[in-house]
């Protein structure tokens, strides 16, 4: 069974994480079961792309940015508002122009009252910038440029990322002088666009194409044999610094009981079990990003950037307190990135028996999504279980790479659909009819089916997914392609 299953290493083959044989013997079984081949070469691409290309579209409030993300994605999914400050947090959709699939990230949530207007757009376009591959840049034209769009612009030509600059609320010709008066930024051909109507978005997103990379490096990790990247990560005061400082067995940084000490994410490399690591201790998550004054503000900003970066996520949660919402959204955030896990129970040796068997019910419980995480309980301030951490690590990595033969994958799902077929819906039995794992770190499986499968038995594909092959300490994505006719032979 788990002999067969190959963790992976090296990149991802052209046909996601399938080699040329295999393949080669999955496209004609495709073809054999009625599947158009262009279809399911799309489905293995798209399910094993590993990370699509992300353009970010950043600007001052109310220059319409969310209303341009809806054109680029086709449909009205980001809020839009006549009044600044209507989107709260960054938003990633998926979105295509011209065959090509990317991520597009929303940002928004610029209050006035966090350092002042300049500053808080500084810091949001700092980590939409940061993370991504190109940048819309969004102007006014019926303003012109302001103070805040030139801070934008220094940071732009700070980061150094290709921008394609739209001019904004263009609504006819008559506007066009408007938008040629933006050549004086400095940062390229303005496109004259109307987000609302949709005038010139063609042009500008050929423009987006342009700057955007077939495929982005991976951000996390280094050269193959470099140290792996490990992001610490939980609310403030959860004890993150106190264990970065146990593991590295020296004070390499500040702690004190005051939340929110760390402001920086402090990359440091520790040799732990004969192997270097690179830790990165990140300030704590606070509840309303939005909300928050000054350098709180950019250190949530800054956190979620680290765990982009990283490829474990290690997820600290205080033992001694009950296990909050807050708690619950670090977790999702992490999972939602992709990111092996290893969850880390603080504060352990302050627990009285009493304590334990609720802290026990509220796992069961509130972290019932990553049940398959491996779970350590550790003391930052006595230093109890820390040996028990890089195995949990190492485990976590392990499922985050591996990788099941497209053979061996579909003798199981012959076998499970076999003896729990999916529940009977209209008069029809959809049925799972062969699937492959596209692609690793996480795990990417595309499977392809004769009718809808539902979610419920989704969900049960993949705990006995998990039960069969392991993927210990690491999310799944699983993507169902459904035959729309059936005896069509290639």
């Known amino acids: 069974m788990n002999d067969q299953i190959q963790p992976e290493g090296g990149p991802e083959h052209e046909h996601g994480a399938l080699g040329d044989a295999e393949y080669a013997e999955f496209m004609e079984l495709a073809a054999e079961e009625g599947f158009d081949v262009e279809d399911v070469e799309g489905a293995i691409e798209e399910a094993g792309h590993g990370p699509l290309p992300v353009l970010a579209v950043v600007g001052r409030p109310n220059v319409g940015k969310s209303t341009l993300v809806n054109r680029i994605i086709g449909r009205r999914e980001a809020v839009v508002e006549d009044k600044p400050g209507v989107t709260r947090d960054r938003v990633t959709y998926e979105a295509e122009w011209a065959g090509r699939r990317f991520k597009v990230v929303d940002t928004g949530g610029w209050e006035q009252d966090v350092l002042g207007i300049d500053a808080s757009v500084a810091a949001q376009a700092e980590y939409a910038i940061e993370t991504a591959d190109a940048v819309v840049f969004v102007v006014d034209s019926t303003v012109g440029v302001t103070d805040t769009d030139e801070a934008v612009v ?8 290709p921008v394609v600059l739209c001019a904004n609320k263009v609504d006819g010709p008559s506007g066009e002088a408007d938008a040629t008066a933006l050549w004086s930024l400095g940062i390229g051909e303005p496109h004259p666009v109307s987000s609302l109507h949709g005038r010139g978005t063609g042009d500008m997103l050929d423009a987006v194409l342009e700057a955007l990379p077939e495929a982005p490096a991976q951000t996390f990790g280094t050269a193959i044999g470099g140290p792996r990247r490990i992001a610490l990560i939980g609310r403030p005061n959860v004890g993150k610094s106190s264990l970065l400082n146990k593991v590295a067995d ?20 520790i040799e732990l079990g004969g192997v270097t690591w690179k830790f990165i201790d990140t300030a704590g998550i606070r509840k309303r990003v939005h909300l928050q004054q000054g350098a709180d503000y950019y250190a949530s900003l800054r956190t979620a950037a680290a765990v982009e970066k990283a490829e474990v996520a290690v997820i600290l949660i205080d033992a001694s307190e009950t296990i909050s919402v807050q708690d619950q959204r670090i977790v999702t955030s992490a999972v939602e990135a992709g990111r092996a896990i290893v969850v880390a129970f603080n504060k352990w040796d302050t627990l009285d028996e009493e304590r334990r068997y609720y802290l026990e019910r509220e796992i069961e419980t509130e972290l019932a999504q990553v049940a398959w995480a491996p779970r350590v309980n550790v003391s930052a301030r006595t230093g109890r279980h820390m040996e028990k951490l890089v195995p949990a690590i190492e485990t976590a990595l392990a499922g985050w790479e591996t990788r099941v033969p497209t053979g061996r994958l579909n003798a199981f799902l012959g076998e499970l659909v076999a003896a729990h077929p999916h529940p009977i819906r209209g008069g029809k039995q959809p049925r799972i009819l062969f699937g492959t794992q596209a692609g690793t770190k996480p795990p990417r499986f595309v499977l392809f ?39 069509r032979k290639k």
Do not use: W
């Not at 732009?156 to 990322?161: F, I, S």
């Open 449 to 487: 089916s004769s009718g809808f499968i539902e979610h419920g038995y989704r969900r049960f594909v993949e705990r006995r997914l998990r039960e069969e092959f392991g993927f210990e300490g690491t999310p799944i994505h699983i993507s169902v392609r459904v035959r729309e006719k059936r005896g």
């Open 154 to 161: 220094r940071l732009l030509r700070k980061a150094n990322k």
């Open 250 to 269: 020296e004070d390499r940084v500040v702690v004190n009981e005051l939340a929110g000490t760390t402001r920086d994410p402090v990359d440091e490399l």
